[in-house]
């Protein structure tokens, strides 16, 4: 079981302390520190079975400032989140082959 997490987020936090109490062993991983591969983040998304744009936060400045209005391919959508991790929704809880955002945070124990 892991857990994408930004401890900044309240959501974050709040999807790690459901996997805390659930004594499950799981693996943390900051994805801001260690970003994600293009693959892997393309694994991830089909994981979740969405697409590309439903994992962008859209309210951060940087989608704003550099995407919102323009027309792209779920492959741009893909690289903007590699290059700029800030703009992926998060936490993102993958256990048992499935994967979910935590939004809100209880959905998570859908997949425990």
């Known amino acids: 079981m892991k857990i994408y ?6 959501k974050s936090r709040q ?8 004594k499950n062993p799981f693996e943390v991983i900051k994805y801001l520190d260690k ?4 693959e892997e983040l393309a694994e991830l998304i089909k994981l979740l079975g969405i697409k590309p744009i439903d994992l962008v936060r ?5 989608w704003k400032e550099n995407y919102k209005g323009k027309t792209l ?3 741009e959508i893909i690289e903007a989140m590699v290059n700029h991790p800030k703009l992926i929704e998060r936490p993102i809880v993958v256990a048992n082959g499935k994967a979910v955002i935590g939004r809100p945070p209880e959905i998570i124990k859908t997949i425990l």
């Not at 859209?58 to 940087?62: G, L, W």
């Open 5 to 10: 997490h930004n401890p900044r987020c309240s």
């Open 15 to 22: 999807g790690l302390a459901i996997l805390e109490d659930s």
């Open 35 to 38: 970003p994600f591969a293009k």
């Open 58 to 62: 859209k309210n951060e400045a940087i």
């Open 73 to 75: 391919t779920d492959n």
